[in-house]
């Protein structure tokens, strides 16, 4: 089926800013044939591309082939489009576009909704307002759920590539102003327009020479790295579009009222279509999509929403099959390979038309480690019962210990842990071996025995702490690894948490380390990897008693105790799917 684009075709909002989108469809319609349309809001520019790689919306390279008019729109203030962007605030423009995207001369009056990432937090965001004329939904690693996954996790800011995704979005507010498309070089730097100046001080906030703009996730620079507060940073971007949402967006942590408005305004429940939800045990907003699906399964299960989890990182897109995507070092298997396109195909296909065969498993999860999707029928992704490895001085042992124990290290903020791979925005993402920073002193390391016979989990799993500390606020994070015959550790999953108010008894944490499908092979170890940081993912806690975003404060080192035992009974749980340790 041959194609046409039609480009720039204006939409009005409620409040009078016109908004444009380009038109990909079936050459029929230039007889009048009507076709669903796919609408897609994209902050990042409705004709993106990658030198080399080609169209990262490449839906419109699939979809108009199949019988759809895939309609791209640039989201408010971005691009082409008018007026101001305030970010994750989509539900009102995006109610009006399937609107007006059900009225086209092209439509059929049906819409559907696909796109990863933001693109996916702009499908969650209008369906929450119910449409009539939308019929599904397929967010790819979705954003919703801003105050505990995307800007921080556990009370910790996300510090690294959130800093990295403002400076990027800064870059069309400033050539905006300029109305004016050309880069300038560092050769023309005394002749560049003040914006363009603030524009390379971002750039040189990169250690690395740019000469087309920020990339967004180059490598910080340490002097940027290591302010405090934070704040400081944060001010920088005023002025700068998307950036100068950004402290209000830090401030708010804290802010229920601020929560309650934004829940209000975008309220899951109100979803009333069917979802075909994917993500990754390596995406940053992994936990997002799973909070999604159990919500939707909560009010609509009977509409019969899918959750798809696959072995990959934060991929854009992940509309070309991979079998990596995770990290340079390992390869998950042809089965990894899947076409997406494809299957979200099967899906819109099955509720357009009665007539079409529903395919598509509800809950499909790979298994790293073994190649293989696996089935199940449990909502929410929590085992009837977890297996508990208990702490017992540098093991992990399948009971309780016989004996009573303290594992003691220092954290110092000036010396934090640096971040290697996991669920990160970026080319760092993914599984990394992870013993680099195991000769660290603020690193603790304990090992299960060699096992014997595979263990594969699934699910969501968390650790226990029973811990204490000289200071009366800190940090703990947890890794759970793969230690392999050579020594390689691979990260499986990860966790942090803020713990506030410390006395001087003992006190039992939970660290959320969200959700695997992962095999732990015959001759290996567990592993569980215990600090008090991951930097520059997270913000340090200084361990002063003052929030890193705004203590002007000396750091203070953090002595961190570990209690283990039958009264302290530290320990992991695992979800383990097919064999018990």
Not at 283 to 290: G, K, P, S, V, Y
Not at 389 to 406: M, S, T
Request: charged content about 25%.
């Amino acid at each position: 089926m041959e194609t046409i684009k039609i480009s720039d075709v204006p939409m009005m909002t409620r409040d009078g800013f016109i908004l444009y989108a380009d038109l990909h469809c079936p050459q029929q319609v230039c007889d009048g044939e009507t076709y669903p349309v796919m609408l897609i809001r994209t902050p990042y520019g409705k004709d993106f591309k990658i030198p080399g790689y080609g169209n990262i919306i490449t839906e419109i390279d699939f979809f108009p082939e199949k019988g759809f008019v895939v309609a791209v729109q640039d989201t408010r203030g971005r691009y082409k489009s008018q007026g101001k962007y305030s970010p994750f605030q989509e539900e009102n423009d995006g109610y009006d576009a399937v609107m007006w995207a059900s009225e086209l001369p092209q439509s059929d009056g049906r819409v559907v909704c696909v796109g990863q990432s933001y693109m996916g937090h702009t499908q969650i965001a209008l369906a929450t307002q119910a449409p009539e004329p939308l019929v599904a939904i397929c967010p790819v690693s979705p954003i919703y759920h801003l105050e505990d996954c995307c800007l921080f996790r556990d009370g910790v800011f996300e510090f690294e590539w959130i800093f990295k995704y403002f400076a990027y979005m800064a870059q069309d507010t400033i050539r905006k102003s300029q109305q004016d498309d050309k880069v300038y070089p560092h050769r023309e730097w005394t002749s560049i327009p003040l914006r363009w100046r603030i524009f390379r001080k971002f750039a040189s906030w990169f250690n690395q020479d740019l000469d087309g703009g920020i990339t967004a996730m180059f490598p910080f620079d340490d002097e940027v790295v290591y302010t405090y507060p934070i704040m400081d940073l944060a001010d920088e971007f005023e002025g700068y579009g998307a950036g100068s949402h950004l402290r209000k967006l830090i401030e708010s942590m804290d802010n229920r009222e601020y929560w309650l408005n934004y829940y209000t305004s975008q309220p899951l429940e109100n979803i009333n279509v069917p979802c075909f939800l994917v993500s990754s045990w390596y995406d940053a907003f992994l936990i997002d999509t799973i909070k999604i699906w159990e919500s939707l399964q909560d009010h609509t299960p009977e509409l019969n929403h899918k959750l798809w989890i696959g072995p990959w990182g934060h991929l854009l897109p992940y509309s070309k099959p991979t079998d990596k995507g995770a990290g340079p070092e390992v390869v998950f298997g042809e089965n990894a390979k899947i076409q997406l396109h494809e299957e979200q195909l099967k899906f819109l296909r099955s509720v357009l038309d009665e007539n079409e065969e529903d395919e598509i498993p509800p809950i499909y999860s790979f298994i790293i480690g073994t190649d293989e999707w696996v089935e199940t029928d449990n909502n929410n992704l929590e085992p009837e019962v977890y297996q508990k490895l208990y702490i017992d001085n540098k093991q992990l042992l399948n009971r309780e210990p016989n004996q009573e124990g303290i594992i003691r290290f220092k954290y110092d903020p000036e010396d934090p842990c640096p971040s290697i791979g996991g669920t990160v925005v970026g080319p760092n993402m993914g599984i990394r071996d992870q013993s680099i920073n195991h000769d660290r002193e603020d690193v603790v390391i304990i090992e299960s025995e060699t096992l014997e016979e595979e263990i594969t989990i699934l699910g969501k799993l968390y650790v226990e702490l029973y811990i204490n500390s000289n200071v009366i606020n800190t940090d703990f994070t947890c890794k759970i690894n793969e230690k392999l015959d050579d020594g390689t550790c691979y990260n499986v999953v990860e966790g942090i948490t803020r713990v506030n108010d410390i006395e001087e008894e003992p006190i039992l944490i939970y660290v959320d380390l969200w959700a695997t499908g992962w095999t732990f092979h015959t001759g290996s170890q567990i592993q569980l990897e215990i600090s008090s940081s991951n930097f520059p993912r997270y913000d340090r806690n200084l361990n002063n008693g003052e929030s890193s975003l705004y203590s002007t404060l000396e750091p203070v080192v953090a002595h961190q105790e570990i209690y283990y035992g039958e009264k302290y009974p530290s320990k992991i749980l695992l979800p383990v799917l097919l064999e018990e340790i």
